[in-house]
């Protein structure tokens, strides 16, 4: 509501062109306030304002905007304008959204970036997507380890505006390979003894990540070790970049999100949901519906084997959902928490035997539970007692046989090299509800004749 009542006095300070007051709006607050203030207004508005602003300051106000209104910033306006900001916007950042511009345009406004910064672009964009190199970014602080102390801190002086980040400074030697890693804090430690060499305060024993390294991967590590950064090498060790704990919160986020839809049986999205166009949604939704769909018409194929004996016993009937829900709930579970574990590192391929025995022991205990539950229930519709047993014996093996399933499935799809998200919990809901039908009428024909 405050950003819709402060845009008439912004427009009107642009009509006006009170470069001062404008000055004044764009340095006052905090850049993701700014940022927010702005939304109301249009493209050339927008960077209208901008303009006013320290190229340092606008490239962090810039990052504040929401993902497409970046895109199309870039995307239109003035180029030398443009180039300006994406010299002062982090490389691997310029990087993402310079993918998402028309290559003609791409290869206008780097043509006006600085050469020095111009090449660590195009060197980030040789990357695959999806790896550490396309994560990081080349704002890195390092320093030779012949430096002392005081000469390290000047360097530094120098170098800290155009940093990402200096919470860690890394050491390397005369040709770039990374030997160690000095904390600032330990800077700071040392710094009434400025003649110390850094090679004499620098920890060696310092985790990496390979520039070919998966994100995931990388996520997990910086995560494990509880690190603000992590240094980028090569296969010999040369010093690349960093990628620091806000890459890694975005990978953590885009990976679970993506966890999420593939256990949903939704083919991860591309893009947010809301940019994704409906063709495309309907395609990766429709995808295992389909699978899912013919599932359920071999249920119905095999309901129309049995149904002398369910007309016989129609009360039956009553129970199916019960029943297939039972299995495909349970299995469900099993498989939730069995990909979570995967995911996390908690569960590997070796322990399949340990996973078996506790969701065996889980599917007793719950089929048990619910078996109870569904005994008395079934008092109300079964001609005697002793029909009723159908439900609760019906019940445990199909939980067990859901927790089994689902508990065991992701581990065999991990194995043959598929993703146990994607196609898990497809073949367990499909598997469910044929085993549940199969056990249903077999053990109802054993107690019932």
């Known amino acids: 509501m405050i950003n819709t009542l402060f845009l008439p006095e912004l427009r009107e300070m642009l009509l006006d062109k009170l470069s001062e007051e404008l000055r004044e709006f764009c340095v006052a607050l905090h850049p993701a306030r700014t940022a927010e203030f702005m939304e109301g207004l249009d493209s050339s508005e ?78 980030l964009q040789t990357f695959a997507e999806g790896t ?64 110390t060499k850094l090679v004499d305060l620098m920890k060696t024993d310092l985790v990496t990540a390979n520039v070919q390294d998966d994100q995931e991967q990388v996520a997990q590590k910086v995560a ?13 060790r040369h010093m690349l970049g960093i990628i620091t704990h806000d890459d890694v919160i975005d990978v953590v986020r885009a990976e679970a999100t993506e966890d999420v839809q593939r256990i949903a049986a939704v083919e991860p999205l591309k893009d947010s949901y809301m940019r994704t166009p409906l063709t495309t949604l309907s395609w990766k939704r429709g995808i295992w519906l389909t699978i899912l769909f013919f599932a359920a018409l071999t249920t119905a194929f095999l309901l129309k084997s049995y149904q002398l004996e369910l007309e016989r016993y129609e009360w039956l009937v009553l129970f199916i959902p019960l029943i297939i829900s039972s299995g495909g709930n349970s299995g469900s579970q099993s498989s939730t928490l069995v990909i ?91 598997l469910s509800d044929i085993l549940g039908i199969l056990i249903y009428v077999n053990v109802a024909m054993l107690l019932l004749r």
């Open 340 to 430: 979570t574990a995967l995911t996390t590192k908690d569960v590997y391929g070796r322990d399949w035997a340990t996973v078996l025995r506790r969701e065996a022991i889980m599917g007793v205990v719950l089929g048990s539970f619910m078996g109870i539950i569904g005994f008395f229930c079934a008092l109300f519709l079964a001609p005697t007692i002793y029909a009723a047993m159908v439900i609760p014996i019906t019940v445990l093996f199909v939980v067990i046989c859901g927790t089994c399933m689902g508990s065991m499935l992701p581990l065999v799809f991990q194995r043959l090299g598929l993703d146990p998200a994607m196609m898990s919990n497809p073949f367990v809901a499909g």
């Open 132 to 195: 550490a190199g396309a994560m990081m970014t080349t704002e890195a602080a390092c320093l030779s380890e012949s430096l002392t102390l005081r000469q390290a801190l000047d360097q530094l002086s120098r170098q800290a505006e155009r940093l990402e980040m200096i919470y860690y400074i890394y050491v390397t030697d005369d040709t770039n390979h990374l030997r160690g890693v000095v904390s600032t804090r330990a800077l700071v430690s040392a710094i009434g003894r400025p003649e």
């Open 46 to 123: 927008t960077w209208q304002v901008l303009q006013h602003a320290d190229p340092g300051l606008q490239a962090e106000i810039f990052q504040y905007f929401e993902w497409d209104r970046q895109v199309e910033l870039l995307a239109t306006q003035d180029d030398k304008q443009v180039a300006v900001l994406v010299t002062h916007l982090p490389a691997d950042d310029a990087v993402d959204l310079l993918h998402e511009v028309a290559t003609e345009r791409v290869d206008q406004i780097l043509a006006l970036v600085p050469a020095t910064d111009r090449r660590d672009i195009r060197r």
């Open 224 to 236: 494990f070790y509880n690190l603000l950064a992590i240094p980028v090498v090569d296969d010999q």
